[in-house]
């Protein structure tokens, strides 16, 4: 897949171009012709990036927690859950590709895995319908979650989604029910439940599957009640202003750990979890098997006490 870069990306697309020009120049000047300039330009590249996300705003960050390359479920799987089997349906209508789930071992340990997949290309983001779920997604999440308490098992969800499908036939069927249903059976839910904010966590869509023991986000990744666009249009009438909207609402991981909203930041590579996916993936895998450790030392009373009383705290507490 070609390099895909944000505007304020603009002057490392620029050197790493150069960089791509002289590599194919020195096949044919030799071996080793031009490694100096190359060195000094990749060199450069990277402070570049380290600047670049040094000082990201929250609009800037909206647009990396977006990045087609970041990435997403089917390489958190890939990367950390070993044995997947994914298990599919709702029992009631259909099977919905925007959440996927199913069993699996991290690190040797049996979990209940899920999340949003938004897809990577046309094909299969036609396929996960852009990692917007339609009821029937949700209610597969509740069945994942009964079977998780059934047996004991710890749940690992991934967030990524822009929110709920808003499509009159997911309305039909009841999403705001379905939503409502899945977020009560999180917080109800017997077993530790780890979640983590990849990219984007939007609305309702994705508290469904946020209503955890431990919520991490991602460096760059954002979260809130309502897309900055859609703030915008609301709040001014103009979505052109979803960057004033962005910095207002606090959606950025900064802004959440201060407010208490999410637990713990997972850091990312310089350059954003796109620039070294693998690096990424490593260090979610870190830190959901560290909040595992520490609750796998709870009774399922007092997991599900930890948990209310995380969410009571939203909002009453003062700021960090």
């Known amino acids: 897949m070609a390099a895909h870069y944000l505007d304020f990306e603009r002057p490392i697309a620029d050197l790493e171009a150069k960089i791509e020009e002289l590599s194919k120049l020195s096949e044919t000047a030799g071996p080793g012709a031009f490694d100096s300039e190359i060195g000094a330009l990749r060199e450069r590249v990277q402070v570049l990036r380290k600047e670049a996300y040094a000082g990201l705003d929250a609009w800037q960050k909206t647009m990396v927690a977006r990045h087609p390359q970041r990435p997403h479920l089917r390489d958190y799987v890939a990367g950390l859950i070993d044995e997947f089997v994914e298990l599919r349906g709702d029992r009631k209508f259909a099977d919905d590709q925007a959440i996927v789930g199913g069993l699996g071992r991290f690190r040797g340990m049996p979990v209940v895995v899920m999340g949003h997949e938004k897809g990577y290309d046309t094909t299969t983001r036609l396929k996960h319908n852009f990692g917007m779920a339609r009821p029937e997604g949700y209610r597969k999440a509740v069945r994942l979650m009964d079977m998780a308490e059934r047996f004991n098992l710890p749940v690992v969800t991934f967030v990524d989604t822009a929110g709920a499908y808003p499509g009159l036939g997911a309305e039909e069927r009841g999403q705001a029910e ?84 999410v637990d713990r930041i997972v850091e990312e590579p310089a350059g954003g979890a796109h620039s070294d996916p693998e690096a990424a993936i490593r260090a979610v895998g870190d830190a959901v098997e560290d909040e595992l450790k520490k609750l796998s030392l709870l009774t399922p009373a007092e997991l599900k006490r930890q948990r209310a009383e995380r969410f009571y705290a939203i909002g009453r507490e003062g700021l960090q």
Do not use: F
Request: glycine letters at 10%.
């Open 178 to 261: 379905a939503i409502a249903r899945s977020t009560e059976r999180c917080l109800t839910l017997g077993t530790p439940m780890v979640a983590t904010v990849t990219g984007e966590g939007g609305s309702g869509g994705a508290i469904a599957l946020a209503g955890a023991n431990r919520v991490l986000i991602l460096e760059h990744s954002i979260y809130s009640v309502i897309s900055p666009e859609g703030a915008a249009s609301i709040l001014w009438r103009d979505g052109a202003r979803a960057k004033d909207a962005a910095t207002n609402m606090k959606i950025t991981a900064q802004d959440l750990i201060k407010l208490r909203i």
